[in-house]
């Protein structure tokens, strides 16, 4: 008995951000204000109490590739 396949349908693309324009400004204003992402993931720590070990490196990559230097 042969079974038939059914070809599986490509992934959807997604939408990259579910934010909000106004939350994504926000967002780039404490980017601006606590130069970068690292700096922005300890704020969010320190003020929430969330913290996302996962991040880390991915954050630090982010801010090299953007050459923001810590002070």
């Given at each position: 008995?042969?079974?038939?396949?059914?070809?599986?349908?490509?992934?959807?693309?997604?939408?990259?951000s579910?934010?909000t324009?106004?939350?994504?400004?926000?967002?780039?204003?404490?980017?601006?204000?606590?130069k970068g992402?690292e700096?922005c993931?300890?704020?969010l720590y320190?003020?929430?109490?969330?913290w996302?070990?996962?991040?880390?490196?991915?954050?630090k990559?982010?801010?090299k590739?953007?050459?923001i230097?810590?002070?």
């Amino acid at each position: 008995m042969a079974t038939s396949r059914t070809a599986k349908k490509p992934p959807t693309k997604r939408s990259t951000s579910k934010l909000t324009p106004e939350v994504q400004t926000e967002i780039r204003k404490m980017l601006g204000t606590l130069k970068g992402y690292e700096a922005c993931h300890t704020w969010l720590y320190e003020t929430k109490g969330i913290w996302i070990p996962e991040l880390v490196p991915v954050f630090k990559k982010l801010d090299k590739m953007l050459e923001i230097s810590k002070r």
